[in-house]
Every structure is written in structure tokens, then in C-alpha cells.
């Protein structure tokens, strides 16, 4: 799955990254907060099957580092 | 840890709510927040209303009131219970215990013992798996099992991710031993090393209130609260959830020899919709059979969230037959309790906010 897969898959499921890159800073999305990283946990665990921590989201500066926790947990 | 409880049954029970209503959409705007978001938010979590208690008014005062009702409901005099069981985390005092307070409310007889558990959203099953114990092998025949918290009192109205979540209420179950009955399969479990996950940590032993001012501090997402507010990990919370509830709940149903098709209802800790339902799925369950709309009318009521949801949703049922349900409890010092069991008929009193209105 590449990284443009990926984030076409996170889109789906948790739309406010819809418009965004693989650069767009995570802090800048609409609506970024607590609700966005429980949907982006949801998505990795029910999509990719890993568990990721709210602290692994927040240690991410823009979407593409979070796209790379993926490949890196399965 | 697990334990099967035979010849045991659940006779009644009753929940109060807190009497004031407390609105999603309207608390957040009034607090600035964008009506998009608010909506979104509403509509993922489940939040719409929630119901939290009157200035004065605690978990015990609930707890008392849903006692009231049920014994009145069942036609008991309270002189017939053996013991008292009060699981909160928000009791009157850090002396003496609810238990005891409540016996002495209840006019119970002095040869009834009074205990608390120091529990919460798990709090309810662990209470159920010990009244249970009593009456089957600890010389009870009846039990008064209370569970209720004020957790609303405990947020900081500009933390988001715990302040709309919260509802106050206090709930009463009657356990008797009985004759010939299946038993109830108990799975019983805590992971310490994550319990700081939910934490207060300002205001007992080792951070005594007056130790240190109370400082408000905003956290990675925009959130304050000070130290002697709850402080949640939303994330971890859920990971949590999604890594312990499913196998507890599969663990009660094998011993149970329980199927999914066969059983009347799964009836989780009733968190809140996003996370009752992702849990309910994962353990297998159809949705309709996965009460989750509790928390849209009450809020979180930590402990008293399962009879809640029992009465909710299985009233009309509960009263006339017995019922296949798999309950499961999970929340703070990161425990989880599940049970499967035939419950009903049994005695129920309505969902009643306190004080009652005139």
C-alpha cells in the first residue's frame, strides 16, 4: 500500500483530511483535536490492523509522518 | 481472574439520576467552540444531553434515593439486607465510607456489613461479582449492591475531552441467594501499569488538596484543567478498551457456553456511542443487541452506567423473563470486569432524576 493509498484510506474514514497532502502540517487541519486522534486510532486499528497511541499522533508535525507509522508497524 | 457463582440472582434494581440537564451543543457554543465542529463531534461521539446533580447533592444522596425506590418496589423492609456494598470513587467523605453512611440512612441492622469499592466505569461488575460471593458463600441471603459517582464535579469546563462527557447518577441492585439457579461467569482483570491513564491526581494522600495551588494548564490540544481535575487520555483510553473489553467478554461467554446468537445482549460500560459501539463490533455483537444511546440522554455515569443501560433498554424484558446478557465494565486503574448470566425476572424502579420534581 503506498502512501497515497493511505491517506485515499484515511480520507475515507476521518474526513477531515480531505484536501490534504502528504505536507500538510497536522496542527493546520480543520478541527484538529481530540475527537480527530481517537478517528485516526479507529482507522489504523479497524483499516491496518496496529495500534497506535495518541502520543505517537502527536509526536507527528504533518500527515506524511503519520502515514509512515503504518509501514513501520506492519 | 476468573470465577463462576452458582445459585445466586439479581432481584432488583433502580438508578437517579442528577437533575439538571446539561446540553451538549448549548454548553460548547457558550464556550466559543465552532458549531460545525460541535455538531461532528455530537454526531461521532454521541453527546447530546447529560444529566448531573444539583449543588449539594452527592452520589450517595443518589445512591439513597434508588435504594429508596427499589426496596419500596420489591416490598422489602431494609432490616432484610446483609450487607451494604457502595462502589464510587466520588464518596462523601475519605472517612468514614459510604457503605456505612448509607447503612446508618437505610436504618439496615448492625449485623449488616457496609463496605466500599473504590471503583468506576469497571466498578459495577466488580460489585456484582462480590455480592455474589456473599450470598453464595458468605452467610448472606440478600445484598444491597450501590454504585454511583458525581464524576461532573471532577472536570474542568474548558476541558473538551472530559467536561461534555460526564453525567451524576447513583444506582441500587438487590443480590439474594436463592435455591437451584446457572451460574454467573465472572472475568476480573486490571493492568496497574496504565492506571495513571485516568487519573485525579490532586487531592488524596499523596498530593493532599492544599499541597500545591491549583494551577490551570492547557494540554497538547487546547484543554485545561488543573491537578485536581480528571485527566483523561481519550486516545489510550480507547486503545484500552478496544484491547481488554473484547476478550473479557469472549472469556465469560466460553465459560458460559454462550453464542452470540443465543444471547439477549451485550451491555457494555456505556462510555460513550463511538466507543460502544466500536467495542460492541469487535466482540462480534449486531448493534441491536449493543444498547448505546445512554450516554445521549444521561452522560457517562461511570459506575451506575450497566443498570442504567439495563433499565434502558431492557425494562419491559427484565421484569417479565429471564434474559441471556453479557455485561462488561471497563475505565479507570485501566480494570475491566465482564460477567454472563441469566438475569430477570426482577424488580425494577424507573430511571428517576433526584430530587424528584414536585
Known amino acids: 500500500m503506498t502512501s ?36 485516526i486510532i479507529l482507522h489504523c486499528e479497524t483499516q491496518h490492523g496496529v495500534v497506535i497511541s495518541s502520543a505517537e499522533i502527536h509526536g507527528c508535525k504533518t500527515v506524511g509522518d503519520l502515514l509512515k507509522l503504518l509501514p513501520e508497524r506492519l | 481472574m476468573h470465577s463462576s457463582i452458582s445459585n445466586v440472582r439479581l432481584a432488583g434494581l433502580a438508578v437517579s439520576t442528577g437533575s439538571l440537564t446539561r446540553d451538549f451543543m448549548a454548553d460548547g457554543l457558550a464556550l466559543g467552540h465552532d458549531r460545525v465542529m460541535l455538531e461532528r463531534t455530537a454526531q461521532t461521539i454521541g453527546l447530546r444531553q447529560r444529566k448531573v446533580a444539583a449543588p449539594g447533592i452527592t452520589a450517595l444522596d443518589l445512591c439513597e434515593d434508588a435504594a429508596r425506590r427499589l426496596l419500596d418496589a420489591a416490598g422489602l423492609d431494609p432490616s432484610s439486607i446483609d450487607a451494604v456494598i457502595f462502589v464510587t470513587q466520588t464518596p462523601d467523605h475519605s472517612q468514614p465510607n459510604n457503605a456505612s453512611l448509607l447503612h446508618g440512612r437505610l436504618g439496615l441492622a448492625t449485623g449488616a456489613a457496609a463496605f466500599d469499592l473504590s471503583l468506576g466505569c469497571s466498578g459495577w461488575v466488580y460489585g456484582l461479582q462480590q455480592a455474589a460471593l456473599l450470598c453464595a458463600h458468605g452467610g448472606a441471603a440478600r445484598v444491597l449492591l450501590c454504585a454511583g459517582d458525581t464524576l461532573s464535579r471532577l472536570t474542568h469546563a474548558k476541558d473538551r475531552a472530559t467536561d461534555p462527557l460526564f453525567g451524576d447518577a447513583g444506582s441500587a441492585a438487590l443480590i439474594e441467594r436463592t435455591g437451584m439457579a446457572a451460574a454467573w461467569h465472572f472475568e476480573l482483570g486490571a493492568d496497574g501499569a496504565g492506571a495513571n491513564a485516568i487519573i485525579v491526581p490532586q487531592g488524596g494522600a499523596r498530593m493532599p488538596h492544599d499541597s500545591k495551588p491549583l494551577t490551570e494548564i492547557p494540554d497538547l490540544d487546547g484543554n485545561v484543567r488543573h491537578a485536581a481535575n480528571l485527566a483523561m487520555q481519550g486516545g489510550e483510553v480507547f486503545n484500552f478498551s478496544l484491547r481488554q473489553a473484547p476478550p473479557a467478554v469472549a472469556a465469560v461467554m466460553r465459560h458460559a457456553h454462550y453464542t452470540v446468537e443465543a444471547t439477549d445482549g451485550l451491555i457494555l460500560h456505556q462510555a460513550n456511542r463511538f466507543v460502544v459501539t466500536t467495542v460492541g ?62 438475569f430477570g425476572p426482577l424488580v425494577i424502579a424507573p430511571i428517576q432524576p433526584y430530587p424528584h420534581s414536585a
Not at chain 2, 299 to 314: D, K, T, V
Open chain 2, 281 to 342: 463490533r469487535k466482540c462480534g455483537f449486531p448493534a441491536e443487541k449493543t444498547p448505546s444511546d445512554v450516554v445521549e440522554h444521561y452522560g457517562n455515569q461511570s459506575s451506575a452506567s450497566i443498570p442504567c443501560a439495563l433499565i434502558h433498554a431492557f425494562t419491559e424484558p427484565l421484569s417479565a423473563r429471564s434474559l441471556r446478557l453479557v455485561l462488561c465494565g471497563f475505565g479507570v486503574g485501566w480494570s475491566w470486569g465482564a460477567v454472563a448470566a441469566e
Open chain 1, 4 to 39: 497515497a493509498e493511505k491517506l485515499q484510506a484515511l480520507q475515507h474514514d476521518v474526513d477531515f483530511f480531505v484536501g490534504a497532502t502528504e505536507h500538510t502540517p497536522l496542527a493546520t487541519l480543520p478541527n484538529w483535536g481530540s475527537l480527530t486522534v481517537l478517528l
